[in-house]
């Protein structure tokens, strides 16, 4: 089995920002030169998460709204009594998760037709991001 390792350094705005990694991915994918096996994506960190959605504008802001009201920013968080104030961040990410596995076949992810890979970064504050891609397989 075969395996290739790749990291995309990213900066984000933090606060919910959404960045398409697809064609990132994609390129990660290719360089291997794996045929067939998996494309795993995985940011470090606890403020962050990794996904697919359809990446236009309204979807966009409705997954921004959503985690808004499923984790909202101005409630008390047990984390922030230590002085930090990103309890959001970390329970958003908690909900979200930190990896996606994508099979690749044919040397093609086999994602929908409106399906992109995103990273949420949800800290609140820009970060610097790295994600790790690693392409398994044969």
């Given at each position: 089995?075969?395996?290739?390792?790749?990291?995309?350094?990213?900066?984000?705005?933090?606060?919910?920002?959404?960045?398409?990694?697809?064609?990132?991915?994609?390129?990660?994918?290719?360089?291997?030169g794996i045929?067939?096996?998996?494309?795993?994506?995985f940011v470090?960190?606890?403020?962050?998460?990794?996904?697919?959605?359809?990446?236009?504008?309204?979807?966009?802001?409705?997954?921004?709204?959503?985690?808004?009201?499923?984790?909202?920013?101005?409630?008390?968080?047990?984390?922030?009594?230590?002085?930090?104030?990103?309890?959001?961040?970390?329970?958003?990410?908690?909900?979200?998760?930190?990896?996606?596995?994508?099979?690749l076949v044919?040397?093609?992810?086999?994602?929908?037709?409106?399906?992109?890979?995103?990273?949420?970064?949800?800290?609140?504050?820009?970060?610097?991001?790295?994600?790790?891609?690693?392409?398994?397989?044969?």
């Amino acid at each position: 089995m075969a395996t290739h390792t790749q990291r995309l350094n990213l900066r984000t705005k933090g606060h919910g920002d959404l960045l398409d990694l697809t064609s990132d991915v994609e390129e990660i994918a290719r360089a291997s030169g794996i045929r067939d096996g998996a494309a795993i994506v995985f940011v470090p960190g606890s403020t962050a998460g990794v996904s697919t959605i359809e990446f236009e504008r309204g979807l966009i802001g409705d997954t921004r709204a959503a985690f808004e009201r499923l984790a909202p920013e101005d409630i008390e968080y047990g984390h922030n009594h230590g002085g930090d104030s990103n309890g959001h961040a970390h329970v958003r990410a908690t909900l979200l998760g930190p990896s996606l596995t994508v099979p690749l076949v044919n040397g093609a992810l086999t994602l929908g037709t409106w399906q992109q890979i995103v990273l949420a970064d949800f800290d609140d504050r820009p970060r610097s991001r790295d994600v790790v891609v690693q392409v398994i397989g044969d």
